[in-house]
């Protein structure tokens, strides 16, 4: 075996004995899952209308007679709105009877608005590495000579590769993971008994996170002082 093909082994070795010595728990994935990410209002009405399904089954399954539902209002904000109205239309589409006027009953649902600091990718490190025989292609290309037919189409299979591997690591959903996120609770509650509770999680975009932040309350206008009153006085001379 000549020197070059010492070096490796070497390297090898060396992060090895290293790896040796910690003293704390590796850090693991956890396994493969997916998430959604929402993109658009019709992704907020596939959410409220699952919302409102599973709260329509639970007010049919309670065992006594329930007063119609009340939706509570949530803070401003362009989210909340929105699913406010398209999570009222999909409760009624189920049959839930929902009522105008605050009463014992409500549907109550909060969002928080998640976005890591960490700069810590989100994709495989090593994606080739799980290729199996795709990784020949990549290796196969600096080891052998080529004729430029041969380099276009092993540039083209490898441009197919990527995409495939990206695809496989995140999703066809546009920009894959991202490091923001939103949680969406809703709540059935009667006076202080929670009846039914569910919690989404999404992928959002960065530059839409603020859809999904409640606007601070206006400013109240300061009111104009009154102008005092004014008399005029004529001076009458002697």
Same mark, same amino acid.
């Given at each position: 075996?000549?020197?070059?093909?010492?070096?490796?082994?070497?390297?090898?070795?060396? %992060?090895? =004995?290293?790896?040796?010595?910690?003293? &704390?728990? +590796?850090?693991?994935?956890?396994? #493969?899952? !997916?998430?959604?990410?929402?993109?658009?209002?019709?992704?907020?009405?596939?959410?409220?209308?699952?919302?409102?399904?599973?709260?329509?089954?639970?007010?049919?399954?309670?065992?006594?007679?329930?007063?119609?539902?009340?939706?509570?209002?949530?803070?401003?904000?362009?989210?909340?709105?929105?699913?406010?109205?398209?999570?009222l239309t999909r409760l009624v589409n189920h049959g839930a009877i929902v009522t105008r006027q605050p009463g014992p009953l409500v549907v109550r649902f909060e969002t928080q608005l998640v976005e890591h600091?960490?700069?810590?990718?989100?994709?495989?490190?090593?994606? %080739?590495? =799980?290729?199996?025989?795709?990784?020949? &292609?990549? +290796?196969?290309?600096?080891?052998? #000579?080529? !004729?430029?037919?041969?380099?276009?189409?092993?540039?083209?299979?490898?441009?197919?590769?990527?995409?495939?591997?990206?695809?496989?690591?995140?999703?066809?959903?546009?920009?894959?993971?991202?490091?923001?996120?939103?949680?969406?609770?809703?709540?059935?509650?009667?006076?202080?008994?929670?009846?039914?509770?569910t919690a989404d999680v999404y992928y959002i975009e960065r530059d839409d996170s603020s859809l999904y932040v409640p606007k601070p309350p206006a400013a109240p206008v300061a009111a104009v002082p009154a102008?005092?009153?004014?008399?005029?006085?004529?001076?009458?001379?002697?």
């Amino acid at each position: 075996m000549n020197q070059a093909c010492w070096i490796p082994l070497l390297l090898a070795g060396a %992060l090895l =004995g290293g790896c040796s010595t910690l003293d &704390v728990p +590796r850090a693991d994935n956890y396994e #493969a899952s !997916s998430q959604k990410k929402a993109r658009s209002v019709q992704h907020w009405d596939v959410l409220a209308d699952d919302v409102a399904k599973r709260i329509a089954d639970k007010i049919r399954s309670y065992p006594m007679a329930l007063p119609p539902v009340y939706l509570v209002q949530a803070p401003a904000g362009s989210f909340n709105q929105g699913f406010r109205e398209l999570l009222l239309t999909r409760l009624v589409n189920h049959g839930a009877i929902v009522t105008r006027q605050p009463g014992p009953l409500v549907v109550r649902f909060e969002t928080q608005l998640v976005e890591h600091g960490s700069q810590v990718g989100n994709a495989n490190p090593t994606p %080739l590495v =799980g290729l199996g025989g795709g990784v020949s &292609v990549a +290796r196969d290309l600096f080891t052998y #000579a080529h !004729s430029t037919t041969s380099y276009v189409g092993s540039v083209l299979g490898l441009a197919a590769l990527g995409d495939a591997t990206r695809i496989a690591l995140d999703g066809r959903a546009a920009g894959g993971p991202t490091r923001t996120e939103v949680l969406i609770t809703t709540s059935l509650e009667r006076e202080d008994t929670f009846l039914a509770r569910t919690a989404d999680v999404y992928y959002i975009e960065r530059d839409d996170s603020s859809l999904y932040v409640p606007k601070p309350p206006a400013a109240p206008v300061a009111a104009v002082p009154a102008t005092p009153p004014t008399r005029n006085w004529k001076v009458v001379g002697p």
